[in-house]
C-alpha cells in the first residue's frame, strides 16, 4: 500500500487550534522498581492546576503535541512515559509492566511531585489506565478528560486484531498475510512469538507490519505520517511487544472490572470525546462509559477516527481543558 508524505496542511491546521509548543520547565527520571525508571516533564506553570497525560498505546510514549492541549499559562502539565515507553527505560521491557504498576508508578508520581489532587487527561489506552488510576485512588483526582475510550475487556483489544477488518480489509489483508498461513488462526500468538524474538531481523520487521497496520486505521483520512513513524525503530518495537504483550494477558483485567467499579469515581466531573469513525476503539465504548458516569458529559466528534492529531478531535479536547479550567476557577 502506498503511504502519503506528511501532511502540512494538517500541521498548519492544529497550529491554529493547540496552543503553541512549549520546553519543560523541569524533567527527569523516577526510579519505581528494580528494574524500571519512568521519564516525566513538568511544563506550564508551576503554580497552575496540576494535570497528567496518560498516553496510550501501551508502549506509545508521550507524543512532542500533548502539552499542547492546555493553556501553559493556567495548568501545571505533568508528562510522563509509563514503563518500558518512550523515554523511560529499559525500553521494551515486560517484566513488572502491567496496569496494576503503572498505577502505582503514577501515585509515585505524584508524590514525588508534591501534588495533592491532580486532573487526568487520557487517551485511547490511557483511558483505561487513567479509570483504573481514579478506581484506586479517587481522592487524587479533580476529574477526567478522555478520548478514544479503551476499556481493556477482550472485544477491545481483539477490535485491534481482528475487528478493524470489517472497515479496512484491505490493511487487514496485507497485515495478516505477513504470517505464514498456518500462523493466521491466532493473530496475537504468532506475532507475539516474533515479537519477543532477540533477532532485530525477525522482531523489527514484525513490529513494522503491526505498527503500520494500526497507523493507518487510526485516522478518518490518512495523514501521511505513517512511513516517519515506521522509521523510528525505538518506537515501533516498544509499542507492538507492550500491546500483544498485554492482548496475551487479558490486559491484566477482570472482565469488565473498570465499568463494574465505576462507582468509586462517579461523583467527579469528566468529558470524553470520540470519534463518530473510530474503528480501533468503538464508539459504543464511549456510550457505554457515559452511560455508567452520572456526571460525565459525551462529545462525539463527526469527522474523525481515532487519533488526537485529527482537527475535529484536537478542537474538542483543547474545547473540554478550557471547560475544567472554569470549572476549577468558578
Excluded at 515479537?195 to 525477525?202: K, Q, R, V
Excluded at 513513524?229 to 518495537?237: K, P, W
Amino acid at each position: 500500500m502506498k503511504l502519503s508524505p506528511p501532511n502540512y496542511q494538517l500541521i498548519h491546521t492544529l497550529d491554529h487550534i493547540l496552543f503553541p509548543k512549549i520546553k519543560p520547565y523541569k524533567e527527569g527520571h523516577l526510579k519505581v522498581s528494580k528494574v524500571h525508571q519512568i521519564w516525566y516533564g513538568e511544563y506550564g506553570n508551576p503554580q497552575g492546576l496540576p494535570v497528567v497525560v496518560v498516553h496510550g498505546g501501551p508502549g506509545a510514549g508521550c507524543s512532542p503535541q500533548d502539552m499542547r492541549f492546555f493553556d501553559p499559562t493556567f495548568y501545571r502539565i505533568i508528562l510522563f512515559d509509563q514503563r518500558a515507553s518512550g523515554r523511560s527505560a529499559p525500553l521494551g521491557e515486560m517484566e513488572g509492566n502491567t496496569p496494576q504498576d503503572s498505577i502505582q508508578d503514577m501515585e509515585r508520581l505524584r508524590e514525588h511531585l508534591c501534588i495533592e489532587k491532580w486532573l487526568l487527561f487520557g487517551g485511547s489506552w490511557g483511558t483505561a489506565l487513567s479509570i483504573g488510576y481514579g478506581e484506586a485512588h479517587s481522592v487524587r483526582c479533580l476529574g477526567f478528560i478522555l478520548r478514544g475510550i479503551f476499556l481493556g475487556r477482550q472485544a477491545d483489544y481483539e477490535q485491534v486484531w481482528y475487528g478493524m477488518r470489517d472497515i479496512y480489509p484491505e490493511v487487514w489483508q496485507e497485515f495478516v498475510e505477513f504470517l505464514p498461513l498456518h500462523e493466521r488462526t491466532n493473530l496475537i500468538a504468532a506475532y507475539y512469538r516474533r515479537f519477543m524474538d532477540s533477532d532485530p531481523a525477525i522482531n523489527m520487521s514484525a513490529a513494522r507490519a503491526f505498527v503500520k497496520y494500526d497507523m493507518l486505521c487510526a485516522t478518518l483520512i490518512n495523514q501521511g505520517s505513517v512511513a516517519n513513524i515506521l522509521q523510528n525503530d525505538a518506537f515501533v518495537l516498544a509499542v507492538s511487544r507492550t500491546f500483544t504483550h498485554y492482548s496475551m494477558n487479558k490486559f491484566f483485567l477482570e472482565p469488565n472490572q473498570l465499568l463494574d467499579n465505576l462507582k468509586e469515581i462517579a461523583h467527579l466531573p469528566a468529558i470524553i470525546v470520540h470519534g463518530r469513525y473510530d474503528v480501533i476503539c468503538r464508539a459504543k465504548n464511549a456510550f457505554e462509559l457515559h452511560n455508567h458516569w452520572p456526571k460525565s458529559k459525551l462529545v462525539y466528534v463527526q469527522d474523525a477516527g481515532h487519533a488526537s492529531s485529527e482537527p475535529g478531535i484536537a478542537k474538542e479536547l483543547v474545547a473540554a481543558t478550557e471547560e475544567m479550567k472554569i470549572r476549577n476557577v468558578a
